[in-house]
């Protein structure tokens, strides 16, 4: 007897009609009538398929119930399991993976160029109280050398294969306090790549408090993509991200800020805003850095932080930010109907990524293809662990240490994440950030368990708004065709 069974999928609604995100496969499915039918059919256990036929005979032409039997098995909604006569159909069972380690090219270095900051933002996770290397007193050196920057280009080309285009981000610390060796080392990376036939792609994240017109001719010259770490509104710029004394920096940044956004027209001005207890107006946050001050994209990211924090997001403030952004999807699905740009990034960057049909073995690119550099040249996860022994692999002058890699993927990989094996969010998810893990429960291995119903309701709007684009407007989505650099956060 043959059976038919459910796979894994998640069912949403979009555009007035039915769709399933299939888990395994990380594809979206329209359904129709019939197909909706028939899954809800086998909803409450496996089926035979002669009564599944029959069953909806009923109801539909069997001709086309088998048709529709037939095509949902092609694109793995269900599958069949002949002559099994007994128990159900479950998922994730009919999932056997084998895992592949993968090690693929570099393909963004982020170089801290410093780990000092003129700013004191009280959440910072580098300074704060939750930072994990000692930038204060440790022995890594405040500002990385021009000897250091350069062999890092130098790992970097030689690390990212035959790839024939790298990304070089740098960052800090506040990253233009280091600024004569950003420039030297731009210059350097452009002649080395050339040499090299390859193409080297710039930018940079800073607080803003250090343009100044020489640097600005810099950044537009060498078409340097930048974004600007910035929260919003005076009140709410300036409830955190203070200098030493404590003053806030709104006032400071801003002139500046509108200077970079009015001169710098060779590659878009991104805003990065942190969110907190404190700080959640999404909408008048976003409002202020597009129509009052000229951004033309901004990501939102919730503050990194130990539970119990003052400005921490506990419960209730994951609900109000996913209100919010579900109304600020809205306006980026209007926007997008109608062919306009909307730059709310968050909603973008998860649309193209569904649009691709990503499914992630590791939540990010750390470790993988991107990685960070202290400023002594250890190479780490990314970023974030710069300067963490514990997360080290590798130095610019040694390369890769292959086997901390692998064993740093080896005990991240999503099949060893228990709580994220039945999750339908996990293809985009994979258990989320390592650094917000190692920060809430001291290890980079454990899933981010504390966001799980922000992910998955974060998710499921961002795949509504993806299935009402692809019925109402589907040439719209031509503007994912280009892969971007991996995301630095
Ligand atoms: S961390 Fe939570 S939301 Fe993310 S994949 Fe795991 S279970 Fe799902
Ligand atoms: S998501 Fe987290 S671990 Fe991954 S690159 Fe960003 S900060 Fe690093």
């Keep these: 007897m043959s059976l038919l069974g459910l796979r894994e999928f998640h069912r949403f609604e979009a555009a007035g009609q039915p769709f399933v995100y299939l888990v395994p496969s990380a594809a979206v499915f329209a359904l129709d009538e019939l197909s909706d039918a028939l899954l809800r059919l086998l909803r409450d256990g496996d089926r035979p398929r002669d009564e599944v036929v029959a069953v909806l005979s009923d109801r539909f032409d069997s001709a086309a119930v088998t048709e529709s039997v037939v095509e949902l098995i092609r694109v793995r909604a269900i599958a069949e399991r002949a002559d099994l006569k007994v128990g159900p159909c479950t998922s994730p069972g009919f999932q056997v993976a084998a895992r592949i380690i993968p090690l693929i090219p570099l393909s963004t270095m982020v170089l801290n160029v410093t780990n000092k900051c003129n700013l004191a933002c009280t959440y910072c996770y580098e300074y704060g109280e939750d930072k994990i290397v000692d930038t204060e007193n440790g022995r890594k050196p405040k500002f990385m050398s021009e000897v250091t920057a350069r062999d890092a280009v130098d790992f970097m080309l030689k690390e990212s294969g035959t790839s024939p285009r790298a990304h070089l981000t740098f960052f800090g610390g506040e990253t233009l306090l280091n600024f004569p060796v950003l420039k030297t080392t731009v210059a350097y990376a452009r002649r080395r790549a050339a040499e090299l036939g390859k193409v080297v792609d710039f930018s940079l994240t800073t607080n803003a408090t250090l343009l100044r017109p020489e640097i600005v001719e810099f950044l537009i010259e060498n078409e340097v993509g930048v974004t600007i770490s ?190 994220c094996h039945t999750c339908w969010a996990r293809p985009l998810c994979s258990g989320g950030c390592y650094h917000e893990a190692h920060t809430r429960y001291g290890t980079t291995t454990s899933p981010n368990l504390h966001y799980c119903d922000w992910i998955r309701g974060w998710t499921e709007t961002c795949l509504q708004v993806y299935g009402e684009i692809a019925v109402r407007n589907p040439r719209y989505l031509r503007v994912f065709e280009d892969m971007p650099a991996e995301k630095v956060s």
């Design 230 to 419: 910035i929260d919003g509104p005076k009140e709410m710029q300036d409830r955190f991200r203070v200098f030493h004394d404590g003053s806030g920096s709104y006032d400071a940044v801003m002139p500046k800020i509108r200077d970079l956004l009015h001169k710098h027209r060779t590659r878009p001005i991104g805003a990065r805003v942190t969110l907190t207890r404190q700080t959640l107006d999404i909408r008048r946050i976003y409002r202020h850095l597009t129509e009052e001050i000229g951004f033309s994209e901004v990501g939102f990211a919730p503050v990194t932080t130990a539970e119990g924090r003052d400005y921490a997001i506990e419960n209730e403030g994951f609900d109000r930010m996913l209100g919010q952004f579900r109304d600020l999807a809205g306006d980026f699905l209007q926007a997008a109907l109608e062919n306009r740009h909307h730059g709310f990034s968050n909603v973008k960057e998860t649309v193209e990524e569904i649009h691709k049909g990503v499914s992630k073995a590791y939540p990010c690119g750390a470790g993988l293809g991107l990685m960070g550099v202290a400023t002594d040249g250890d190479v780490n996860l990314c970023h974030r662990f710069a300067g963490s022994d514990a997360h080290k692999l590798g130095t610019v002058r040694d390369g890769v240490d292959r086997n901390a890699q692998r064993r740093f993927l080896e005990q991240h990989h999503l099949d060893d994440k228990t709580d």
